[in-house]
């Protein structure tokens, strides 16, 4: 079975960071009319005709932050990152990347190659980084963008690297495995609409596994205590730096007592239920190209109706 969250990562393309010094080698590709460029505002996108614009370099600004992203489909790509002005001046027109997605996610759909969502999220993670970290944290100076776009250095020579903080989102089960009354545990915060719930999910502390991390989140947002951990899956997520770890939990107990600071309600589904609300409307579950939703149809065991 495929799952929602693989199809944002078909068409990995080569990253060749063995290039991103090599000045003479990127003029040359830039000067290549097969070449691809994607212009980012601040760290907004402007789409045309419903789609992800990729240019010719002779099309793009003159000036910005070149950033090589690889190489794939027997071309070059890269992404341009210039100041935040022009999305400022038309914020309805430039999107952030979380207003992209359905883009992307439909692009099967809309007969645009799906292989362009691992360069999107690739352009848009090194322009969030590039946005945030514009003066060195050790010791104040202004950093200057280095090797196409994926080093930062500052005049006193501390050097820094885009950063991707782990992250681990959780889909806990209680019962016999594959049983009738096995039931799985999600969650919804207060600003969501009514009915939408999801997985659980939460960052990795310092000095923490990932399976710990896995455990003391859904104790801290439910009460619920979790045994067993399993691996599942990854989702790179930059919005706007994590990579999204997926695991499947066994609980050991199954009351709840959720926290009221990030979750709201919590709730145990049967499969029986999950399909009965889903198909009703009553029920919201995680949009389709999430590790979420993958997680959720693993757990049920097939595609299910309704998404955000």
């Given at each position: 079975?495929e799952?929602?969250?693989?199809?944002m990562?078909?068409g990995?393309?080569?990253?060749?960071?063995?290039?991103r010094?090599?000045?003479?080698?990127?003029?040359?590709?830039?000067?290549?009319?097969?070449?691809?460029?994607?212009?980012?505002s601040?760290?907004?996108?402007r789409?045309?005709?419903?789609?992800v614009?990729?240019?010719?370099p002779?099309?793009a600004?003159?000036?910005?932050?070149?950033?090589?992203?690889?190489e794939?489909?027997?071309r070059?790509?890269?992404?341009?990152?210039?100041?935040?002005?022009?999305?400022?001046?038309?914020?309805?027109?430039?999107?952030?990347?979380?207003a992209?997605?359905p883009r992307?996610?439909?692009a099967?759909q809309?007969?645009v190659?799906?292989?362009e969502?691992?360069?999107?999220?690739?352009?848009?993670?090194?322009?969030e980084w590039?946005?945030?970290?514009?003066?060195c944290?050790r010791c104040?100076?202004?950093?200057t963008?280095?090797?196409?776009?994926?080093?930062?250095?500052c005049p006193?020579g501390?050097r820094h690297?885009?950063r991707?903080?782990?992250?681990?989102?959780?889909l806990?089960?209680?019962g016999?495995p594959?049983?009738?009354d096995?039931?799985?545990?999600?969650?919804?915060?207060?600003?969501?609409?009514e009915?939408?719930?999801?997985t659980?999910?939460?960052f990795?502390?310092?000095g923490?596994t990932?399976?710990?991390?896995?455990?003391?989140?859904?104790?801290e947002?439910t009460?619920?205590?979790?045994?067993?951990?399993?691996?599942?899956?990854?989702q790179?997520?930059?919005?706007p730096?994590?990579?999204?770890l997926?695991?499947?939990?066994?609980?050991?107990s199954?009351?709840?007592?959720?926290?009221d600071?990030?979750?709201?309600?919590?709730?145990?589904?049967?499969?029986?239920?999950m399909?009965?609300?889903?198909?009703?409307?009553?029920?919201?579950?995680p949009?389709?190209?999430?590790?979420?939703?993958?997680l959720v149809?693993?757990?049920y065991?097939?595609?299910?109706?309704?998404?955000w």
């Open positions: 079975m799952y929602p969250h693989e199809r990562a078909s990995a393309h080569d990253r060749i960071g063995v290039r010094r090599d000045e003479a080698w990127m003029d040359e590709r830039w000067a290549d009319p097969e070449t691809r460029v994607l212009v980012v601040g760290t907004r996108v789409p045309r005709d419903g789609a614009p990729w240019v010719a002779g099309d600004p003159a000036d910005g932050t070149r950033v090589l992203l690889g794939g489909r027997d070059t790509w890269f992404a341009l990152v210039t100041g935040p002005e022009a999305a400022q001046a038309a914020p309805e027109e430039w999107l952030p990347l979380r992209l997605l992307l996610a439909g099967d809309e007969g190659d799906l292989s969502a691992p360069l999107v999220f690739h352009a848009l993670g090194i322009a590039l946005w945030a970290t514009r003066f944290p104040s100076e202004p950093l963008p280095q090797a196409a776009g994926h080093e930062l250095v006193n501390h690297f885009p991707t903080d782990p992250a681990v989102i959780m806990v089960a209680s016999e594959g049983s009738e096995e039931r799985c545990l999600l969650g919804r915060q207060a600003v969501w609409p009915g939408r719930f999801s659980l999910a939460g990795c502390e310092p923490e990932l399976e710990d991390a896995v455990r003391r989140e859904v104790a947002e009460g619920v205590a979790v045994g067993e951990v399993t691996y599942f899956g990854n790179p997520w930059p919005l730096a994590s990579l999204m997926g695991f499947v939990g066994r609980a050991t199954t009351d709840i007592a959720v926290d600071d990030e979750i709201e309600d919590a709730r145990w589904f049967t499969r029986a239920e399909r009965a609300e889903a198909e009703a409307g009553t029920l919201v579950l949009g389709g190209v999430s590790i979420s939703r993958s149809e693993h757990w065991g097939g595609p299910l109706p309704g998404q």
